[in-house]
């Protein structure tokens, strides 16, 4: 019971602060003390449960601060590189797969060692930050939603507000809150944590999004001089200042990596292109461009010339875009002609423009019995590519 007295007391005595200067060098390791009484000392009595989610807080609450450290080392890292994309959110730096494809890109083509070893650092530490958000992730899920401190918010108010909605009456509310140790002062952007488990109440108060940790504010006295006062708003207004010009040095950051990113896929489109285009120099260069047709229609329409004496030859329209049809002569050496696709009965006779080819030397021309399909197997193909070649067909 005397336990429980001092125990009280003890509190009490947190919750009013030092009483001389002397007390107040006492004053970070009571914040600590007083940070673990809020969400711990009832619960070690009541409940197990609320002593556990209690501990799980502050696990959580300090991977928070490790993660928001690293991740303030990573942001000084990609400002000194400039190469990284810095999101509006800190919680967010988090290289993209394709960040970190460019970093990889720059490691391999930049010369400057000092410079290489900072871009393999960042990518290193990337995989560090990625395993402690993974860490502090996996804590909070395990832990209730936290409130968010605003201003004009008080810890006793909020957990009063808590338990009510968890059913209690005002009276109730009060006497559970009579166990449970209270941060006196918060900050905006304080992160409140609440347990209750079988009318058990704990909680824990977190960083969140403000400047400092519970526990630096614990120890700031509430009644600093005014030189004093003015001096830490100059300071925040100095870290203010800071912090635009951090934010003007992300949008630069971000507007290079995209400039890069944009050129990596201009390089990707035009490397593609490039191969395209050269798979059909290829194919050109290494195909049969020929034509099929009646004899008496490719005379009339200019492609060959039929003389009276002599073999046939091209004629005035003889151009490349008239040989719409190609053999690849790495891929095959014949090609079929069929009567009633030139609506012809059968064919008789097939001649090959120019006349510089020769049967048996050049080709082989082959006849199905019923002279419905003409086959031609090409036999010298060196002379064949890249070439133009009409066959004439008549009946």
């Given at each position: ?33 007083f940070l673990f009484l809020a969400g711990g000392l009832a619960c070690k009595r009541e409940d197990p449960r ?32 400039r190469v990284g994309s810095l999101p509006p959110e800190a919680n967010l730096l988090l290289l993209t797969a ?71 009456s005002e009276a109730e509310a009060r006497q559970t809150l009579s166990r449970a140790p209270i941060f006196e ?211």
């Open positions: 019971m005397a336990r429980r007295d001092q125990r009280s007391l003890d509190a009490r005595r947190l919750r009013r602060g030092p009483s001389n200067p002397r007390q107040a060098l006492r004053l970070p390791a009571l914040a600590a003390a609320i002593r556990t989610l209690t501990e799980q807080a502050a696990h959580a609450d300090e991977a928070a601060q490790q993660l928001r450290q690293a991740w303030s080392d990573q942001f000084k890292r990609l400002s000194r590189a394709e960040q970190k494809q460019a970093l990889e890109t720059r490691v391999r083509i930049e010369k400057d060692s000092s410079r290489k070893g900072l871009l393999r650092e960042i990518l290193e530490k990337d995989a560090e930050l990625q395993a402690l958000n993974g860490q502090l992730a996996a804590l909070r899920a395990a832990l209730p939603e936290p409130e968010l401190v605003r201003p004009n918010d008080s810890h006793y108010g909020m957990a009063l507000r808590f338990l009510r909605a968890r059913g209690q002062r918060l900050l905006p952007g304080f992160e409140v944590y609440h347990f209750f488990h079988q009318g058990a109440y704990g909680t824990w108060v977190s960083r969140g999004k403000a400047a400092i940790s519970p526990g630096d504010f614990a120890r700031l006295d509430p009644d600093l001089p005014i030189s004093e006062r003015d001096a830490a708003r100059a300071v925040g207004q100095r870290l203010r200042r800071e912090l635009a010009a951090l934010e003007t040095e992300r949008r630069s950051i971000e507007q290079e990596v995209a400039g890069m990113q944009a050129e990596r896929a201009r390089y990707i489109e035009g490397r593609t292109a490039l191969q395209s285009e050269n798979a059909r120099d290829l194919a050109r260069l290494n195909s049969l461009h020929y034509l099929v047709g009646v004899r008496d229609q490719l005379e009339a329409g200019g492609i060959i010339v039929v003389p009276l004496f002599g073999k046939d030859h091209s004629g005035p329209n003889w151009s490349d875009a008239a040989f719409t049809q190609h053999l690849d002569l790495r891929a095959g050496s014949r090609l079929s002609i069929r009567a009633q696709d030139l609506g012809l009965k059968e064919i008789g006779q097939v001649s090959v423009v120019p006349g510089s080819y020769a049967a048996g030397e050049h080709y082989r021309l082959t006849l199905s019995a019923d002279r419905q399909v003409a086959t031609i197997e090409l036999l010298a193909l060196p002379r064949f590519k890249n070439d133009k070649v009409v066959f004439a067909i008549t009946e």
